[in-house]
């Protein structure tokens, strides 16, 4: 395994992601706020939530990285469609299942059982994370592709 450029790229890849996640939510695209969505999961104060939340998804992005690595290194080559395609099997992983499973991980998540109550406020995903709107898994699939394709593109076996 390259350990440096695992380091570098699988950081670069996640700071891309982070940024069209970002980006996507910024320009109306999605409601979805990933870094606030994890950041309420270790505490309820909003804004100390968004920067917890901020540092949780790039060492989450960066320790996913290992599994690209790992198939990487499984073929013995990397490249920028490998990248891709794991990418897309990556987001769609995080719009079926994650996304499904987050009400029953989050405190202060409602889910499609259960309404809002006093401790529960934020809003479920839904399948597909369409609850925070109808072009989230677009936005969410296109993050991915760009993660998986730049991790692929520079990583070295």
């Given at each position: 395994?390259?350990?440096?450029?695992?380091?570098?790229?699988?950081?670069?890849?996640?700071?891309?992601?982070?940024?069209?996640?970002?980006?996507?939510?910024?320009?109306?695209?999605?409601?979805?706020?990933?870094?606030?969505?994890?950041?309420?999961?270790?505490?309820?104060?909003?804004?100390?939530?968004?920067?917890?939340?901020?540092?949780?998804?790039?060492?989450?992005?960066?320790?996913?990285?290992?599994?690209?690595?790992?198939?990487?290194?499984?073929?013995?080559?990397?490249?920028?469609?490998?990248?891709?395609?794991?990418?897309?099997?990556?987001?769609?992983?995080?719009?079926?299942?994650?996304?499904?499973?987050?009400?029953?991980?989050?405190r202060r998540m409602a889910s499609e059982r259960h309404g809002p109550?006093?401790?529960?406020?934020?809003?479920?995903?839904?399948?597909?994370?369409?609850?925070?709107?109808?072009?989230?898994?677009?936005?969410?699939?296109?993050?991915?592709?760009?993660?998986?394709?730049?991790?692929?593109?520079?990583?070295?076996?």
């Amino acid at each position: 395994m390259n350990w440096g450029d695992w380091l570098l790229w699988g950081f670069v890849s996640t700071l891309i992601m982070t940024t069209l996640l970002a980006a996507g939510q910024g320009f109306g695209w999605t409601r979805m706020n990933l870094p606030f969505l994890l950041g309420a999961l270790v505490t309820p104060d909003r804004d100390r939530a968004e920067l917890l939340g901020f540092g949780i998804h790039l060492l989450n992005g960066w320790i996913f990285s290992l599994l690209y690595v790992a198939a990487f290194e499984s073929i013995g080559d990397a490249q920028w469609w490998s990248g891709a395609a794991i990418g897309f099997l990556h987001a769609l992983f995080v719009l079926t299942a994650g996304m499904r499973l987050l009400p029953s991980l989050h405190r202060r998540m409602a889910s499609e059982r259960h309404g809002p109550e006093a401790a529960r406020l934020l809003e479920p995903p839904g399948f597909f994370g369409l609850h925070y709107g109808v072009q989230t898994p677009l936005w969410t699939i296109a993050a991915h592709l760009v993660y998986g394709t730049t991790l692929g593109a520079f990583y070295r076996v």
